[in-house]
């Protein structure tokens, strides 16, 4: 899009906000405050403008938006040309300062560290050496009782685009000590500011870390994404967890409405493994599940056949909590170790869709099976159907959707991780530790095919039909069609799209169901109309 033609549609989408949510403007010289992530994805803006109006009505508060990205994306001390940037953006209300400002945000700031601030974070860091022996301590790192380690961990990863952390490097040493220095900032923070309640846009990286202090003081927190809106708390302090009610909510339909759900997952499956994208997986660009080819891809042999299905390295290995390995990374150098003491045919495989990929995962992956020669590379655009029909006997994954795709054609998946969205269901394997998955994986053996497609379609209806991701779109799909992709759901296509099928009548039905999510003590906001 045009420059001119963004300035012009920001323009619109300003006008819209102001004439859509008056309570934030009405409130902002309160004295409560509503904390809320400063961010540039457009659909970031759309999606909390809602949720900011609510709350600020509900709570009488004023809404304050904070920089999300110190540490992230740049450093926690802003240069003098980013200051001047930040001040006239302020200032003169240009680009997305301007949006915020048009739904009623009354202040946008950044982190400023105070000397005490400083010294408390010095004092805490020089424990260092004695605390942080090993990288499972890093991921486990509380200060107060206040997990953040895991943020700290993920952030870097993401950062630097690693595969995984050196604790005694310098540099990481760095990051860390500034990690502590933020940590304060935000102590500090809720301890002077009346904060009534917390809008995010992840519950990973440190931009999530007002999150782990407003859970801990019970203040409502919510996350705002493309796909769900979440309100976490203490007990539930990550995306993603509806997996633990899959059961419960599934058993509350009649018989025949169950066999209806199962029948509707059913269809839903086999179009993916036919190739098709769907609003099911929404930032997929590529079929994992496309055309076989002519040519034979495992060896022919008596052996058992082991596929590795590796996740990117950088992307928040700790996205539901901890795994059995710290990160993706660790975990495939000891499946790299183990494959030299077992005898299968050991393969390994990227997604097709690259883009899914933060950091250079293929090539690490080329380098890894150089260093451990008994795992095959194969091509990304092998197709799964070809593996499965050629005789895979296990698919290795720490918590990937592969767990719930393979057992369907009786082959059985491996997490690496007790936290995973079919952890409630028995037709995936999960080991209780990393003692039992190393000692599991060093002695399998030739199982029989299984058969248990009710319970994986009812773990897929549960995840993609039932706890749908058109909480604001009704059809991501068709969404990403109109815009010309994925990554333009965060861009200014997507306020054309917005504003261009607005529709008034709908506005207030989103409206008022979100007001009463928002009354709730639900964690997640169910798009009841596409359940109906």
């Known amino acids: 899009m045009s420059f001119v033609n963004t300035i012009l549609l920001r323009k619109k989408v300003k006008k819209k906000f102001s004439d859509l949510f008056k309570n934030a403007l009405l409130n902002k010289k309160k004295s409560k405050i509503i904390l809320l992530e400063f ?9 909390s403008s809602y949720v900011c109006d609510i709350l600020s009505k509900k709570h009488n508060a004023r809404i304050e938006a904070f920089a999300g990205y110190p540490l992230l994306v740049s450093n926690l001390k802003q240069t003098i040309s980013q200051k001047l940037l930040w001040y006239f953006g302020n200032l003169l209300s240009l680009k997305t300062f301007g949006i915020y400002n048009s739904f009623g945000v009354a202040k946008i700031f950044w982190p400023k560290i105070k ?3 400083y010294k408390k974070a010095l004092r805490e860091f020089k424990n260092y050496n004695a605390k942080i022996r090993k990288k499972e301590d890093v991921e486990n790192y509380k200060i107060e009782g206040i997990l953040f380690g895991d943020l700290i961990y993920d952030s870097f990863l993401k950062k630097k685009l690693y595969p995984t952390i050196k604790i005694e490097s310098d540099e990481f040493k ?3 000590f500034e990690s502590i220095i933020l940590f304060f900032y935000w102590k500090y923070y809720f301890k002077n500011n009346k904060v009534s309640a917390v809008i995010l846009f992840h519950s990973v990286y440190l931009s999530a870390l007002p999150s782990r202090i407003s859970t801990s003081k019970k203040i409502p927190t919510y996350i705002v994404n493309i796909e769900k809106l979440y309100c976490i708390d203490n007990k539930r302090k990550f995306m993603g967890l509806e997996y633990l009610d899959y059961k419960k909510k599934f058993n509350i339909f009649s018989k025949s409405n169950k066999n209806n759900k199962l029948i509707e997952a059913e269809s ?6 036919n190739g098709k994208l769907s609003s099911d997986l929404i930032y997929t660009l590529k079929s994992a599940f496309g055309k076989k080819t002519n040519k034979r891809v495992l060896k022919r042999s008596n052996k058992l056949k082991i596929l590795i299905a590796p996740h990117s390295f950088c992307d928040s290995p700790h996205f539901f909590g901890n795994a059995f390995f710290p990160d993706n990374f660790e975990w495939l150098e000891n499946l790299g170790k183990i494959s030299n003491k077992t005898n299968y045919d050991w393969y390994i495989k990227c997604h ?8 250079n995962t293929p090539e690490i992956v080329k380098d890894f099976v150089k260093k451990y020669p008994k795992i095959k590379m194969l091509k990304a655009s092998i197709s799964h159907n070809q593996l499965i029909n050629e005789g895979i006997d296990y698919v290795l994954t720490v918590y990937g959707t592969i767990s719930g795709e393979y057992p369907y054609f009786g082959v059985n998946a491996i997490n690496a991780s007790t936290k995973h969205t079919q952890a409630r269901y028995s037709f995936t394997i999960t080991p209780k530790n990393r003692k039992d998955y190393i000692k599991l994986i060093k002695n399998l053996k030739k199982r029989k095919k299984f058969n248990k497609r009710r319970e994986i379609l009812e773990h897929h209806y549960m995840k993609y039909k039932f706890y749908n991701n058109g909480w604001f779109f009704d059809d991501l799909n068709e969404v990403k069609k109109s815009i010309n992709g994925y990554h333009n759901l965060v861009r200014p296509e997507l306020y054309k799209y917005w504003v261009e099928n607005f529709d008034l009548k709908n506005h207030f039905i989103k409206y008022k169901n979100l007001e009463k999510f928002l009354r709730s003590k639900n964690y997640v906001f169910i798009n009841n109309q596409k359940n109906n």
């Open 174 to 176: 760095k990051f860390f």
């Open 352 to 359: 097709p869709d690259f883009t899914s990929y933060f950091d």
């Open 268 to 273: 839903s499956l086999i179009k993916r493994f």
């Open 115 to 117: 000397d005490d601030i």
């Open 39 to 47: 961010h540039n994805s457009t659909f970031s803006h759309i999606g």
